[in-house]
């Protein structure tokens, strides 16, 4: 029996005893990638409340150590906290404000802000994610995969899960929708934490052709279809996290801003035919 799952057994009456054998299991010179990222994520009582709630979910996991159950439970969290938040940036066109910005981490409008110590901070967590989930295997490692594309090349090539599976399914909307959103609208953008601070992002749309051709119609269609998905609601939050929360908000407000360019993409593309 491995320290992490003896350290959970034992939580309940026996803390501080728990949290040595968790600290002494983080500390172990050779851990795989989706291990250290777990440990160094949570302590012991974190983990135990991660695995009461997923206890009380139908999810299904291809592992079965409770150290592996974790892992993978905390991975998907944070891939799909990496999509929302690519999804929003390759939108949003307010994240770096200038310093002298009236918009504060307090505003309500449904920004969802960046410093750059933040962008930082995202950055390194979203490598350390990709890394945990490829030492996973599985569809976890297709969803990490797919997030590296998609950051990196703007493509998703994750198709339709073959079993229920809630988090494959929102992170496939959010990675699609930006894949398309990149085609229909050609846009460049410079990812977080690559841009100096004082160096302005360019951000430039350009109109397709007046009479897009069916290739553009069906990027057009697909684009509308995914933007119908859940995960683009902002729905209440059981973690009671604010981070998220204020996340998906601006999902939700970046979504629309989507579905308000696609209309006015058609009004035009009717306009230039009269």
Request: proline share 4%.
């Amino acid at each position: 029996m491995d320290l992490t799952t003896l350290a959970l057994i034992i939580r309940p009456v026996a803390g501080s005893r728990a949290s040595y054998l968790w600290e002494q299991a983080r500390r172990k010179e050779i851990l795989r990638p989706h291990e250290k990222f777990l440990l160094d994520s949570m302590d012991v009582c974190e983990a135990a409340a991660l695995i009461q709630k997923w206890r009380r979910t139908d999810l299904k996991h291809e592992h079965h150590s409770p150290l592996a159950v974790l892992a993978e439970t905390l991975v998907r969290r944070k891939v799909k906290k990496h999509a929302r938040l690519l999804f929003v940036q390759s939108i949003d066109k307010t994240l770096h404000p200038d310093d002298d910005s009236s918009y504060t981490d307090e505003s309500t409008d449904g920004r969802y802000l960046l410093t750059a110590g933040t962008e930082a901070e995202s950055e390194v967590e979203r490598l350390q994610t990709i890394q945990a989930g490829k030492s996973l295997g599985g569809c976890t490692a297709d969803l990490t995969v797919a997030l590296e594309k998609v950051w990196d090349l703007g493509t998703c090539e994750l198709s339709e899960a073959s079993r229920s599976d809630v988090d494959y399914e929102d992170v496939r909307a959010l990675l699609s929708a930006i894949a398309l959103y990149r085609e229909v609208f050609r846009t460049s953008l410079v990812h977080a934490g690559t841009a100096e601070r004082d160096t302005p992002s360019i951000s430039v749309i350009l109109t397709p052709p007046s009479s897009p051709s069916p290739k553009d119609v069906q990027a057009h269609q697909a684009l509308r279809k995914v933007l119908g998905a859940s995960v683009f609601e902002m729905l209440p939050d059981a973690d009671g996290d604010q981070e998220v929360d204020s996340l998906a908000m601006a999902v939700e407000n970046a979504r629309d801003s989507v579905v308000d360019m696609l209309v006015e993409l058609r009004a035009a593309s009717r306009r230039a035919h009269f």
